[in-house]
């Protein structure tokens, strides 16, 4: 079955400084990704999503931007950070689009 | 705006008793799914519905679907203190959005034992 890798677990950052959020994939190939966001006590709001290597869909406009630079990796980075980039980024994948399989999740603090 | 809302927020119940959440959305569904959330983790899939399906069966858990009031619950019967989490429907409207989730703001739910 899929694993999702997703690290840091936390991250504590300055504001104005640069983020680089790293997922992978195994067991599959060839999956949809995603990167939502999720503020404390409240649901998931979807950032971007993927169906293939540099197919990269923006959901929101924001400060970040995501890149697939291979086939079961996607990462989330942004140049500058806002105090509103602080929340939970977890990592998602799916080759059914009817199950997601979500990944441990980073836990970002902007300060 | 999100699709999906959940009731009650929160709910707190006995080791053994069921528990019922609920979901309501607004748009046509091409399905509806129920995700679990353990405190600063990831989300696991637990069951989903098709938008032609009523009901639906999975060990503990049964998920109900009512189209025409956009409205789903989940019921999770004898709980236990490990069913303790949060709870999220999720609604896939299909066509070119398939695959893409919106979650609604989840249940959480705490079983005391």
């Known amino acids: 079955s899929q694993t999702i890798h997703q690290w840091p677990a936390t991250l504590v950052q300055p504001v104005g400084s640069p983020l680089s959020l790293e997922c992978t994939v195994e067991g599959t190939s060839n999956p949809n990704l995603y990167w939502y966001r999720q503020a404390a006590g409240r649901g998931l709001q979807l950032l971007f999503y993927?169906?293939?290597?540099?197919?990269i869909s923006s959901e929101v406009p924001q400060n970040l931007s995501a890149s697939r630079p291979q086939d079961r990796q996607f990462i989330l980075s942004s140049k500058k950070l806002l105090l509103s980039d602080s929340g939970f980024y977890l990592c998602?994948?799916?080759?059914?689009?009817?199950?997601?399989?979500f990944g441990s999740g980073t836990q970002l603090s902007v300060l | 705006s999100q699709q999906g809302e959940e009731d009650p927020q929160a709910l707190s119940i006995q080791e053994g008793e069921n528990a019922t959440m609920n979901c309501s959305y607004k748009?046509?569904?091409?399905?509806l799914q129920w995700y679990r959330q353990n405190s600063g983790r990831g989300l696991v899939h637990l069951i989903l519905i098709r938008s032609n399906e009523r009901e639906k069966h999975s060990g503990r858990l049964r998920v109900t679907l009512d189209t025409s009031k956009k409205s789903s619950s989940l019921l999770i019967t004898a709980s236990r203190a490990a069913d303790t989490a949060s709870y999220f429907c999720?609604?896939?409207?299909?066509?070119?959005?398939?695959?893409?989730?919106?979650f609604g703001q989840g249940t959480i739910l705490t079983v005391h034992p």
């Open positions: 998602a994948c799916t080759t059914t689009r009817e199950k997601l399989f």
């Open positions: 993927s169906v293939g290597i540099g197919q």
């Open positions: 748009t046509s569904i091409n399905n």
């Open positions: 999720a609604t896939d409207v299909g066509g070119t959005s398939y695959g893409k989730l919106t």
